[in-house]
């Protein structure tokens, strides 16, 4: 079982920066493919970043390409995504995720374990 614990969300200006952080307990997160999800108020919750167990590959979605960054540091067991150049339309609550021995999926389905989410309100 693994407890996955987000934090560092907030409200922030446009073009500002956050970075969140992901605090997993119970397993080595260096194990697992961990993804970043986020869901707009009123919408359906969707891919923003993921990073494979093995290789460290990341990827991210299109709209945040070049702004945010997903980041693993095993010795801490802790996820991070760096986000810069934020905009209005990046308000959401994000949750990470995280699938045992996943290559960074872009689906949500494939992930075992979800935290309970840090909200993000950009502000223009």
């Known amino acids: 079982q693994v407890q996955l614990v987000e934090s560092g969300g907030g409200l922030v200006q446009a073009g500002g920066s956050l970075r969140l952080s992901c605090a997993a307990s119970?397993?080595?997160?260096?194990?697992?493919?961990m993804a970043w999800f986020r869901q707009p108020p009123g919408k359906e919750r969707e891919f923003v970043a993921a990073?494979?167990?093995?290789?460290?590959?990341?990827y991210s979605a299109d709209s945040v390409k070049g702004r945010f960054t997903i980041s693993r540091d095993n010795a801490k067991n802790t996820v991070y995504l760096q986000m810069n150049s934020l905009k209005p339309e990046d308000t959401a609550v994000y949750y990470c995720a995280a699938e045992y021995r996943g290559s960074g999926s872009a689906l949500s389905r494939v992930y075992d374990y979800w935290g309970q989410g840090t909200q993000v309100t950009v502000s223009s």
């Open positions: 990073i494979s167990w093995s290789s460290g590959r990341t």
């Open positions: 119970g397993r080595t997160l260096s194990s697992y493919g």
